[in-house]
């Protein structure tokens, strides 16, 4: 049921929501006179549309044998349709003929704004407040032929009057009334507007005492210094900043001038180890392992076993597969060790 009573509101609002506001030639007169139709344009009243369709018909006549035009009386056909009759003169014989006019229908706005009375203005704090709420809208609203309801009401922006601190206004909406959308005469309506606002804006002063020194020094003595006497810093430029651009790392890595610094560089530490005591005592070291590891022979043994002469040498081929790298760990470590007794002098 509920559903049901929302689908009539919205049929009822969708084709409800138009009210007439104004006179205008209807479609056939349009056809027949456009001209004419268009400088009459639209009017309050079918007695104002006919008086001036008569003026523009005069002011566009072309036939000089055609004189005397004048309006005549509006026959009601309903409450949106009217015939309006008019005449002119032809060689002394006077012709009648009439126009259709329509009451024109205009899309009401679905709400509307209106400035509300004058009431009391009342200081809080550093605010001030509007004795004045939306509840106190009584009556429905007439605008430009629309009828808005006093019952939707809602408030908007509420300001001082302009000039005054004890005074102020509210804006409020209102929204249409779709079930009966047009109404008359103009009736609650006042256009919205702006005044001063509820929070004055404070004065944040003028830095104490026009801007003078507010500590009470001598705002840096009578200096006698050739630049910047009598207290002053001597600068009256403008700090400026270039930016040098964007770094280009690349080409820092690719330039052949750092490349060749870098191998100069790398070749002189070498040849300053090698030099240093350290260094002398590491190579010699190293000398004395591949030495004496070329003077060595692997230890075999012969066995005679059940008349068969074995001969024990399978770790010999073992021990040169793995020689250089036990070879490179032993360097490693005494290396290690070499270099913290060295340090630790």
Known sequence: MKRLYLLLIFFVSLFSSSAFAGWKCNSSTIAGYPSQCSRAGVQDTPESLIAAFVDAVIALNTNVNRKDYKAGVCTMN??????????????????????????????????????????????????????????????????????YLASSASGSTCYLSPGATDTGFCNFVVGLNSASPSCGAESGYTAPSVGDPLTPVTDPGNGGDDGSNPGGGDDGGDGDGSDGGDGDSGFDGELSFKNPGALEGDAILDSEVNAVHYGVFVRGME???????????????????????????????????????????????????????LAAVFLAAWSILALRVFLSA
């Open 78 to 147: 309903g409450t949106t349709n009217a015939i309006c009759a008019y005449s002119w003169t032809s060689f002394g014989t006077v012709m009648n003929n009439s126009i259709g006019a329509i009451k024109e229908a205009i899309v009401c706005p679905d709400t509307v704004e209106v400035r509300g009375p004058n009431a009391a203005a009342i200081k809080s704090g550093d605010k001030y407040y509007v004795a004045w709420s939306v509840n106190s809208v009584t009556a429905d609203v007439c605008h430009n032929s629309c009828s």
């Open 271 to 325: 040849v300053d180890l090698n030099e240093s005591g350290f260094g002398k005592a590491l190579i010699e070291f190293k000398e004395k392992m591949a030495a004496g590891g070329s003077q060595a022979a692997c230890p075999t043994a012969d066995v005679y076993l059940l008349g068969t002469m074995i001969t024990f040498d399978a770790h010999c081929a073992l021990f040169d597969s793995v020689s250089p790298i």
